[in-house]
């Protein structure tokens, strides 16, 4: 895979650039522990009618590790950057987990540049108790590296059916986590481990979509909540997923994501 290097915000991102210039921009923003190859079944399913801009967020995959924590001011910052380097004047912004904060508040605060949202297993604050759960993991990787929550990872962010039928995709987030440097995940642990966008839901303005693996635990319920609080929004939810369904279920996730784009290109 052809990667490039941008300076952006203070530091240096791998990107990936795909699509043909001059078409409609998409963006892809990566979870927590994972990298921008998380976005390949998405990009070869619209790639052939958008541009669309991956990278690796702050502290992961190629990118450059920040000095201390992160916060979401920060990424929302870091996407901006990017986008202004690649010239993506306005974008659809997708998504999943801490990048699905990530657009939220880019949204929020940049409205010229976000022209539609698509946010996938992502919630607009801290849960409760998350600010505790999140040290137990901090604390786990700092004594035993990235390894001593792999596997606790992929079962909680996997769903049952595929958990037993080896989904092929299990292995591959696998090696995301285990690739992530561990200064990197503590960094944006730390913006997950205290944070709150619930008050600019309602302000949105633009139209947005919001996904959530039916088995993501308590998500669903959560995501459901937030598209009642923004201005039109929709849910909708995808079978025999969890925490990840653009690579769990990608076929439903991406059905989902171009019923919302076609939409829009014909409204």
Known sequence: MSTTELRANGLRFRCRLDGPKGAPWLVFSNSLL?????WDDQVAAFGDRFRILRYDQRGHGGTEVPAGPASFDALASD?????????????????????????????SRAPGLVSALVLADGQAGTAPGGAAAWQERI???????????????????????SLAEGNPAIPRVRRMIEATPAEGFVACARALQSYDLRAALPALAQPALLVAGANDGAMPATMRGMAGVIPGARFEEIPDAGHLP?????????E????????????
């Open 139 to 161: 604390d786990a990787v700092l004594a035993g590296g990235m390894g001593a929550i792999a596997e606790a990872t992929l079962r909680r962010w996997f769903s049952p059916a």
């Open 79 to 107: 996407a901006a950057a990017l986008m202004a380097e690649v010239g993506a004047a306005r974008a659809t912004f997708v998504g999943v987990s801490m990048g699905a904060a990530t657009g939220l508040l880019l949204a």
């Open 34 to 38: 994972t990298d921008l190859t998380l």
């Open 246 to 254: 653009p690579v769990e279920r990608p076929r439903a996730f991406n």
């Open 256 to 267: 989902a994501i171009g019923a919302f784009l076609a939409a829009r290109a014909g409204g």
